[in-house]
């Protein structure tokens, strides 16, 4: 018996809505984000999409006003108009924006460490 991919996933997901930019090289993308995890983030395929699959992209998730994640991704997959990421490399300042909007987000705060201790042994 095969198990269901949310099952075997690491990282909860979080449904969350902000204004988000995709960017490879000079091209930038205004984009949906569907979610995000301590390990990446999906969104909706833009259109026209023109993005090098083989290539590193920039993902920029404004918070607020002086509050943003950013994160370098590659491209995991691309199927049924959306497209998954995951984090290559993000800077402290963001990954403490990350943490606290998903602590914010999970009903058991030991759920958080446990994703934080998966996150460090990969």
């Known amino acids: 018996m095969s198990e269901h991919p949310a ?3 690491r ?4 449904a969350f809505d902000a204004r988000t930019e995709l960017s490879q090289g000079e091209s930038t993308w205004s984009v949906k984000l569907i ?3 301590l390990k990446g983030l999906l969104i909706e395929r833009p259109v026209p999409w023109l993005g090098n699959a083989q290539q590193d992209f920039v993902v920029d998730i404004h918070l607020g006003e002086e509050a943003d994640i950013i994160m370098d991704v590659q491209l995991t997959h691309d199927d049924h108009g959306q497209l998954g990421f995951v984090c290559r490399h993000i800077s402290l300042e963001s990954i403490e924006c990350l943490r606290r909007l998903i602590e914010l987000n999970l009903a058991d705060p030991q759920e958080l460490e446990r994703e934080l201790g998966a996150l460090i042994e990969i």
């Open 7 to 9: 099952e075997r996933r």
């Open 11 to 14: 990282f909860k997901r979080i």
């Open 35 to 37: 979610d995000l995890s």
